[in-house]
């Protein structure tokens, strides 16, 4: 592929690493280092009086400065704030997101050149706030969000470059099922993808997008903090300095557990220590529960696929937290495979984001692009109405999960007096009939009816989930053609002059007139 006059960039903004990947001049992706020479960018930020740090050195300041650091902020995104309070201050997870973003765009733009337009992967799982808050993240950081794409289809377009699918003999390649089981630092996914003639299709999907490495490591901090009570009297998880020593301690352990059998775990608090020894037998006991939990839905997805184990012909590891042996045993005897590792787990999701970024860039010239991706939805979209038997309540769904993308359904509802002006859709995603276990999108407002419309005048409201994953609405009066002006009101999203100011604030750069920011 000839070089691009915008380089094809794509993001893995993970919840504990991010990596970027780039199309280098022979369209093979590769991927960037960071202003510390690392591939690797801990997903932490420091804000203090001195400004705000990112990466390797906040993971330092975890030791010290706990109070100013905020980390696994994508495990928040969706929130209206950080669970916790930075230096004092409330923060929207967006713009966390976005000052790592904007450090990964400032470093990297020492190697290629400027450059603005990204694509970034979100899990499979995450719902259509998380995505919209995601492309909001990459909006403050200075980008322009081309799209956004599932992790693990973003690791299966990476092993199909690898295997040559998206080569010139792509062509006469097999069609081939493949399960991804992404466990990174924050979240799980898993997604069973039909490889083909360059094209990748995935069939189903889910995940835990609060399932990851870090509840592992939660498992280790709470043996050392009890051995500690035990022998000391003091819970030095309340001490939160201490509380990140221990956590940067643990994680370093569960890495070393991957590799040998048993690891000592020193610590020491306040003049106190412990060093207790653990073995992988009983790290892997501790967290058998979080284990099952991926085993449970690895099972679920390839059911919601229809399909069997020897359907199956490989399972793609993808996540640093693969890396456990436990993980590999579990999928070994759940699929009667050897799991592959043939990807890079740090790398293969950027990897793959470059790719599609190089075939949206090749779409915007006009180019054939040299592979398609088809998507399904991870929740279903849903109204609410009222139950006619109980009048309480109750999701209505309209686009149920696993659907193939993209998709749209229509509802119709009818005016409840004569010239009624406005009338109020309140949209959710979820599988739950009770609205309450369902995460609201917001409510889709339309305040100018034309006049003078009869009693139960139908309206249609059609939903239209685009292949990413993202909603957008349209409101007719049945039989006209006119659109009506419509709204959605988020409850935990950032609007546009919001937008604007973060970007203002974290990047320095003026507002991209063209960007669209919201849907409505
Ligand atoms: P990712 O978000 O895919 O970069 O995954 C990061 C997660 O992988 C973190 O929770 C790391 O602690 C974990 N991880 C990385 N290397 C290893 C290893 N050798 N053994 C166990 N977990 C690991």
Redesign the pocket.
Known sequence: MKQAVHPAVGI?L??????VARLDDTGRPQALINGEGDQ?TP?VVLVDEEGVVVGKEAVKAMSTDMEAVAECAKRDVGQRTYHKMIGGRQYPPEALEAWILNKLRVDTQQQIGEYQKVVITVPAYFDEVRRKATQDAGYIAGFDVMDIINEPTAAAVAFGFQQGFLGQDGKDKQRRNILVY??????FDVTVMQIGAREFVALATDGDVQL???D??QRLVDYVAEEFIRKHGVDPREDANAGGRLWREC?DA??????RRRVKIPFEFQGNVVRPEITREQFEEMAQDLLDRTDFTTRQTLQAAGLQWNDIERVLL???????PAVVKMLKKLSGKDPDRSVS??EA?AHGAALHAGLLLAKHQGRTPKFRIKNVNSHSLGVIGNDPVTGRPRNGIVIPRNTALPAAAQRIFKTQKANQRSILVEIVEGESASPADCAPIGRCSVRDLPRNLPDQTPIAVRFRYLENGRLTVTVKVVGTDRKLRHEIVRENSLNHDQLNSWRRYVSGLPPLAEVVVDDA
């Open positions: 893995d993970g919840t504990t690493y991010s990596v690797w997903s992404d466990l990174g630092g924050g979240t990851g490495g870090r592992w490591d994680e569960k890495r070393t557990l991957s590799a993808v996540g640093g937290s693969t890396r456990m787990p740090d999701v």
